[in-house]
């Protein structure tokens, strides 16, 4: 069964500081997709990134990148000088095929709380 | 139209009420999802809809009945509902397998 641990529960950081975020997956397809998301305490929740299984390429978007090794089945997530903003949960899935249709294995979270 | 709408925002409801939750999504996707989030826990995946016929439930109890009237839309329906059922459901749609799912706000639900 496809599997993602999220190890780090709960991270504090002051304001500026980098802060990664891990994921470690299990999964015996080939063809698979990861996603970061992140859910402020409003709730909702708001698609980070997603990342196919062939394309190991990292990836920046402003203050944030991602660290995809395939060979440690990791998809690490970095903030980069960390506004209070980006305290939230972040969750870490993985695409599982299910028939003709397919679900989320979403890791546990990690809560994420930037001090001014 | 880029979003997801779930109403209503909250819902408390007793034991034996009947409810719906509805949800809605103008992106032309064809997958929509429901989950259930209890605090401190990552969102737990209830049902799929795919092409608007039910493709996955995740052995989700009778008390609660999904509904895709088409492809925009997504009820799900609420009858004798147990305290412990009280979370926040999320409604959620895809265009495609491993494609990024959207999800809407959420409904906060109280079962008293």
């Known amino acids: 069964a496809q599997k993602v641990t999220q190890a780090q529960t709960e991270i504090s950081v002051v304001e500026k500081e980098d802060v990664t975020l891990d994921c470690v997956y299990e999964?015996?397809?080939?063809?698979?997709?990861l996603f970061w998301y992140k859910q402020p305490p409003s709730g909702e929740l708001v698609f980070l990134i997603r990342?196919?299984?062939?394309?190991?390429q990292n990836e920046i978007s402003g203050r944030y990148s991602w660290n995809f090794q395939k060979s440690t089945s990791s998809f690490n997530f970095t903030i980069t000088a960390s506004q209070v903003v980006d305290s939230a949960v972040y969750f870490c899935a993985l695409s599982e095929a299910f028939g003709g249709s397919e679900k989320l294995v979403f890791g546990k979270g990690t809560k994420l709380t930037v001090n001014p | 139209d880029t979003e997801v709408t779930q109403t209503p925002k909250h819902l408390v409801m007793g034991m034996t009420n009947k409810k719906s939750l509805k949800c809605e999504q103008h992106?032309?996707?064809?997958?929509m999802y429901w989950y259930k989030q209890k605090a401190k826990k990552p969102p737990e995946l209830m049902f799929v809809y795919s092409y608007e016929k039910l493709s996955i439930n995740e052995s989700v109890p009778s008390r609660f009945s999904p509904e895709c009237p088409n492809s925009s839309l997504l009820n799900l329906h609420l009858h004798a509902l147990q305290p412990e059922d009280s979370a926040l459901y999320l409604c959620?749609?895809?265009?495609?397998?491993?494609?990024?799912?959207?999800f809407g706000p959420g409904t906060r639900l109280t079962v008293l």
């Open positions: 999964t015996r397809d080939t063809t698979y997709y």
């Open positions: 959620a749609s895809s265009l495609r397998r491993g494609n990024e799912q959207f």
């Open positions: 992106m032309g996707h064809r997958a």
């Open positions: 990342r196919n299984s062939f394309d190991e």
